[in-house]
T-cell receptor
Framework: DAKTTQPPSMDCAEGRAANLPCNHS???????VYWYRQIHSQGPQYIIHGLKNNETNEMASLIITEDRKSSTLILPHATLRDTAVYYC?????????FGAGTTVTVRA | KAGVTQTPRYLIKTRGQQVTLSCSPISGHRSVSWYQQTPGQGLQFLFEYFSETQRNKGNFPGRFSGRQFSNSRSEMNVSTLELGDSALYLC?????????????FGPGTRLTVL
């Protein structure tokens, strides 16, 4: 799997949009970008994924650059319950591998 | 639709014992993957089962084994427990129409080896 780079931490104000960047400059053409989050000691929660096009679901939006070398996860209206570690991963086969992720703290 | 369930949620064992963890996938999902998560090593792939067959295996010793039943439920067994086996054990289920299909995780089993 290609490697990803994420900032170690970021803060966000409650009610504001949170924009989480991810670099995946070595991504291959058939690899997907996936985002998961993990709240302390719980199982990772799937958020969203994409291949080339931007995607949106009830939780978030995913913006993938045209060259696919980076992406941004957007939480449109962050709440305190969105405080978690967010993992950006690139998947081309059967197994997942998380890096250190971005610790997002949403403040009231 | 119910999510992935894992039992037990917490377990305390001593060195040398063995343990069996259980995972029930999302209804209709035929693939179950197991992962070990520790603060030092992060998320590590153990193995994947599909239609009762182990399809893929990670780099873990033979003390770690698993199986899958005809209803897609899966169990993972660790024998001769070591202190380093203390971890959060996660299972994830997927439709697995293709390898990159979304994997949905259960809440995990927190294993502590004393």
């Amino acid at each position: 799997d290609a490697k990803t780079t994420q900032p170690p931490s970021m803060d966000c104000a409650e009610g504001r949009a949170a924009n989480l960047p991810c670099n995946h400059s070595t991504i291959s053409g058939n690899e997907y970008v996936y985002w998961y989050r993990q709240i302390h000691s719980q199982g990772p929660q799937y958020i969203i994924h994409g291949l080339k096009n931007n995607e949106t679901n009830e939780m978030a939006s995913l913006i993938i650059t045209e060259d696919r070398k980076s992406s941004t996860l957007i939480l449109p209206h962050a709440t305190l319950r969105d405080t978690a570690v967010y993992y950006c991963i690139v998947i081309g086969d059967y197994k997942l591998s998380f890096g250190a992720g971005t610790t997002v703290t949403v403040r009231a | 639709k119910a999510g992935v369930t894992q039992t037990p949620r917490y377990l305390i064992k001593t060195r040398g014992q063995q343990v069996t963890l259980s995972c029930s996938p999302i209804s209709g999902h035929r693939s179950v993957s197991w992962y070990q998560q520790t603060p030092g090593q992060g998320l590590q792939f153990l193995f994947e089962y599909f239609s009762e067959t182990q399809r893929n295996k990670g780099n873990f010793p033979g003390r770690f084994s698993g199986r899958q039943f005809s209803n897609s439920r899966s169990e993972m067994n660790v024998s001769t427990l070591e202190l380093g086996d203390s971890a959060l054990y996660l299972c994830a289920s997927s439709l697995k129409i293709q390898d990159t299909d979304t994997q949905y995780f259960g809440p995990g089993t927190r294993l502590t080896v004393l």
